[in-house]
DNA sequence: TTGAAAGCGCTAACAA
DNA sequence: TTGTTAGCGCTTTCAA
């Protein structure tokens, strides 16, 4: 009745012996096929590995099998809110597929990005998703995959040879302003972004498009990296120009909750006498103060799409620009009620 | 020239083949040991694996060493802003060790963090570490590790056969009152907290306690979930109590968000009409406005905590409680300086 | 210094 | 319906 209480792991062998079969039935009951086993064995086989609590091991499987059900995902901020929710929607989607992830963060390290890229597909992932801090904007070296689909996460537009994914960046920036200018009758928007999506950033063409078809000069731009530190400081430069914007368009959630920060500090009222609109448009920008007029990619929509691309074998490599939403809140002077 | 283009991985055979030599010598080679190899013919080697992109199969070295290099992270809610941080931490510090994390979010759903246990046990992680939404409070059936290293997580305190980390949260609590009690002189401290973390939860009887050693009246307590919308709402119902309460306590940095949106929305001077402290310290709380005063949990610490145990062969069960730090900043009615 | 070969735990083709 | 067995790609002992 004792049954190896080692170190060692039990095995299908150990089942097999215990139930007085041999391993491919054991396999069989497991796996529920490809053979059917007669009632009364599968149950002496289930009550086996009840007994000796046998887990089955998954690598030894992924191994014999060529697939490992796990997929690997490589961002550059897991702390940005729009990546840590992109992580999560990603994480659902591959979880209704019976898929695991692996995720590891490059924090925009180029050279991080390529190794861990290269160990994930050593360990042999089914497919991997990449929000690379330079290959979305760069065509570079042709990446390591060999057969491993790959889906290049959070991308401005095409990268030859690769699938990718991204939010209609410049449709979504003209939304923003165009929703300034219009309901607001701001004259000087200011435009706040960071670095590494396109050059230029399609959101800043998008800025600058809207304010000329408007008839309006480009507004003050400052550049900074994609955190709320970022959006902190480079609010704070802004508001030192002269003539200081009359309004700010900021291009990603992370930093808009320092500009806000910012505003709030030099005491300006921000729905007021600085109407702000961000972009992302995550659950995190409703619940800044005030809540967040936001431009939102549609995450799940990406998430789910990224997954197709990696399952379906081999379609020509392909760019899906999502069409974004502006979501109105207060921050833009609009008074929306509460969440 | 022509190297194989076929969806088959090349392995070590090709390698081996190609360079002339056993397939023992490549993985001398590749694993720079543990018989060594002459220098010529390990360049021969090299050539070969860089010629044929040979990409070594992780897995099947787990397989055959036993050890996978992966640990496997299951948490209720990677949202929540501690989390997501620990999460981060967690990763940082398996990077260290050479291990990549394989993560899952149970949704705070107890039938799924079993399976997800479960799962990742049969993955052969190295490590497991788990924020469970039961077991860190109730002792119950062993889980089902056979052999592989568990940590529990943010843990109210020692759970019985197991490794728990935790905050000493009854002392963060009572620092974080004493603070609104003895500097800003508030009589009547609300509280707002969620369920799960221990019964009752160690903040709250931090809470109780430091009111009832400065001979104040219990304030009012709401319960709702870990969210800011729990919080949104729980202050919403401290609000309508009368006498409201004049300061609020809130048990994390989720909620906290939720309450001084909520504050905010009745048109209430955080830092000066109703003073907020709460508990968790994330990077988050510094960027909400007012920035958040709050109870810093040592994240970095702890991870690194975390990995030890489970790296520690077979110490004996035992938990460990980090303590915590209160950050001022103005949401209590201190006056800090910008971040 | 190198090679042959056993075996990690599993699946599935093939045989019985 | 069940059993035997050949691998999946790798590491490492043992022998040469």
Redesign the pocket.
């Known amino acids: 009745m004792s049954h190896p209480t080692n170190p060692?792991?039990?095995?299908?062998?150990?089942?097999?012996r215990y139930a007085?079969?041999?391993?491919?039935?054991?396999?069989?009951v497991?796996?529920d096929?490809?053979?059917?086993?007669?009632?009364?064995?599968?149950a002496r086989v289930r009550e086996a590995m009840r007994v000796l609590r046998?887990?089955?091991?998954?690598?030894?499987?992924a191994?014999?099998?060529?697939r490992s059900q796990t997929l690997g995902l490589v961002m550059p901020d897991s702390m940005n809110p729009f990546f840590t929710e992109l992580s999560l929607a990603i994480e659902s989607s591959a979880a209704t597929r019976g898929q695991r992830m692996l995720v590891a963060d490059s924090h925009g390290d180029t050279d991080l990005e390529e190794q861990l890229v290269t160990e994930l597909l050593g360990r042999r992932v089914d497919g991997l998703l990449l929000v690379s801090s330079f290959r979305r904007s760069t065509p570079s070296a042709p990446l390591p995959v060999q057969g491993t689909p790959l889906v290049l996460l959070d991308c401005p537009g095409p990268v030859p040879g690769h699938h990718s994914i991204g939010p209609d960046a410049h449709g979504g920036a003209f939304a923003a302003v165009d929703h300034l200018i219009r309901e607001h009758d701001q004259r000087r928007v200011g435009f706040i972004i960071g670095e590494g999506f396109g050059t230029p950033d399609p959101r800043q063409l998008g800025w600058e498009r809207c304010l000329q078809d408007a008839g309006l000069r480009r507004g003050p731009i400052a550049v900074a990296p994609w955190t709320a530190a970022g959006g902190y400081g480079a609010t704070k430069d802004l508001l030192s120009r002269s003539p200081a914007p009359d309004s700010i368009f900021v291009a990603s959630d992370a930093q808009a909750v320092g500009a806000l920060h910012a505003l709030h500090e030099a005491g300006i009222d921000v729905g007021g006498d600085c109407p702000v609109v961000s972009f992302d448009g995550t659950q995190h920008s409703s619940w800044t103060w005030p809540p967040l007029t936001s431009v939102r990619q549609p995450v799940e929509a990406m998430a789910e799409k990224a997954l197709d691309l990696v399952h379906s074998p081999s379609t020509a490599p392909s760019h899906h620009a999502f069409d974004t939403h502006l979501i109105i809140r207060t921050s833009c002077g609009c008074h929306a009620s509460s969440p």
Chains 1, 2 share one sequence.
Not at 8 to 16: E, F, L, Q
Not at 20 to 28: D, P, R
């Open positions: 060692r792991n039990i095995t299908r062998a150990d089942v097999a007085g079969v041999s391993t491919a039935v054991v396999s069989y497991v796996n096929g490809p053979r059917s086993v007669a009632p009364d064995t599968a046998y887990q089955p091991d998954l690598n030894a499987r191994l014999k099998k060529g």
